[in-house]
């Protein structure tokens, strides 16, 4: 889910923009495995280049989509995600002032978002490009995010034109776990747990993601 919802926040911008960008995951989980979701694509630091960008036809040999074709992707989104089992209460924001994106969106237990990766790359026919799952358990208080780099990534990335890789020198990424009990602690040496002891941080170029150089999966374990 985590991988291919933030390609549906970046389609169609930032695929086609030199643009500085932060892929923004929060996640909420309650102690029965209920909650919520919070996707953000922010744009805003390069704002003034892109407001000049929409008014060419094209870039780099993309064409330049249209405010409403970019409200098409985020609608087609939402649409696919009201459809999904155990997902409920989905809402999104475009905000071509700031450039900011979000997707919104409850869910009933924590498997659900395992459901939405296929669902998503097999109706949008996104590729992946790394592997990740979640699992909750409700008796022992564990939040788990197993993930796995596939280097098809960074071949991937090699195909492109040196303009285009321009886009994630400096794109950041940042997940956010956010929980009701207390965390004692969590495996991930890059994360950090909040003051509040209720939410763990984890911030990374994205670059590094496509190069292999860091492991964003976790162990955290909640009190009881």
Do not use: W
Not at 81 to 110: C, E, N, P, W
Not at 159 to 169: G, M, N, P, R, V
């Amino acid at each position: 889910m985590q991988r291919r919802l933030r390609y549906l926040l970046l389609l169609p911008i930032c695929l086609m923009f030199h643009s500085c960008f932060q892929i923004i995951e929060e996640i909420s989980v309650q102690p029965n495995g209920s909650g919520t979701v919070v996707l953000t694509a922010n744009l805003s630091q390069s704002r003034s280049k892109l407001a000049s960008v929409m008014l060419l036809d094209s870039i780099n040999g993309h064409k330049i989509p249209s405010k409403q074709d970019i409200r098409s992707e985020m609608e087609e989104a939402v649409k696919i995600l009201r459809g999904m089992k155990g997902i409920s209460q989905v809402s999104h924001t475009m905000d071509f002032d700031k450039y900011i994106a979000t997707i919104r969106f409850s869910f009933a237990q924590v498997a659900n978002l395992n459901d939405i990766t296929t669902i998503i790359f097999e109706k949008l026919k996104v590729k992946s490009a790394n592997n990740s799952a979640y699992t909750y358990h409700t008796v022992s208080k564990t939040f788990n995010r197993h993930y796995s780099y596939e280097a098809k990534a960074k071949s991937e990335y090699n195909k492109l034109k040196s303009a285009d890789k321009e886009i994630f020198q400096n794109a950041m990424y940042t997940s956010i776990y956010r929980f009701d009990d207390t965390v004692l602690k969590q495996s991930n040496g890059n994360a950090k747990i909040s003051a509040s002891k209720k939410a763990v941080m984890l911030q990374c170029p994205i670059l590094d993601l496509i190069d292999g150089k860091i492991n964003i999966s976790n162990n955290i374990q909640l009190s009881n």
